[in-house]
């Protein structure tokens, strides 16, 4: 069972007003609204479980599974080499950027709030400051210290995601506040699948059907009008 304090430090690592600047980006969504690809609520559930069952998203969620496994075991060379192969692992400069921009935001905000891991996360901080640190990272080492369970630390990154993306389609589509929350709903089931299924990943199944993303994300680059940075 979840503790009550491990159960509101999932809760705040997961909540919307967490100040890691998840409210700008839209991971190409944008763009597939911009195209009519995306349009109603229907469309915009088929894609987000789309992703959650072929998408990077399910790869990152790994990595946080990772995290926190290598946070507890305090194997941060292992750590970093994961840091570092997601960095790889990111297929355009928007989608790069906003994960290093959220994960080093979140490190930062963590050693701020609890001080006494300063100085044994202090190399990672560094790299954080001069390379970067991605927000799976982030999330998972926040989780493990925060003694929050690997498989509810999963289950909330995808319920951060999920709500981050309904959030900018309401802006985007536009839908209605309603609207957002029974997609929410509706992805219940399909978020809980998709954390079993990453539980399970062995490290030679990382990998993603996410071309669509790629794509959509480049094109967001360049296009003419924006509200989202990517």
């Not at 990772?66 to 750590?79: G, K, P």
């Not at 701020?112 to 901080?125: G, I, S, V």
Request: aromatic share 8%; glycine share 4%.
């Amino acid at each position: 069972m979840l503790d009550r304090p491990a159960l509101l430090s999932l809760l705040q690592l997961a909540s919307p007003a967490l100040p890691v600047g998840s409210y700008s980006y839209s991971e190409g969504l944008e763009t597939l609204v911009d195209r009519a690809i995306v349009n109603d609520s229907k469309s915009l559930q088929t894609w987000i479980e789309n992703e959650l069952e072929f998408g990077s998203i399910r790869i990152d969620a790994a990595i946080v599974a990772r995290s926190h496994r290598c946070t507890i075991a305090e194997n941060f060379s292992q750590l970093e080499a994961w840091n570092a192969w997601l960095s790889a692992s990111r297929e355009t400069e928007e989608l790069r950027i906003q994960s290093e921009q959220m994960g080093s935001s979140l490190l930062q905000l963590f050693l701020t709030l609890r001080p006494e891991y300063t100085q044994k996360f202090d190399n990672l901080q560094k790299r954080s400051q001069n390379t970067s640190c991605h927000f799976a990272i982030a999330f998972g080492l926040a989780a493990a210290c925060l003694q929050v369970p690997e498989t509810e630390a999963i289950l909330g990154y995808l319920h951060s995601w999920i709500t981050n993306i309904i959030a900018a389609g309401i802006k985007l589509i536009p839908l209605g506040q309603t609207a957002g929350q029974e997609l929410l709903f509706n992805l219940q089931n399909p978020l809980i699948e998709a954390s079993e299924i990453i539980l399970d990943l062995a490290d030679d199944d990382l990998n993603s059907c996410s071309w669509g993303l790629a794509l959509a994300s480049m094109q967001h680059e360049c296009q003419y009008s924006r509200l989202f940075r990517s």
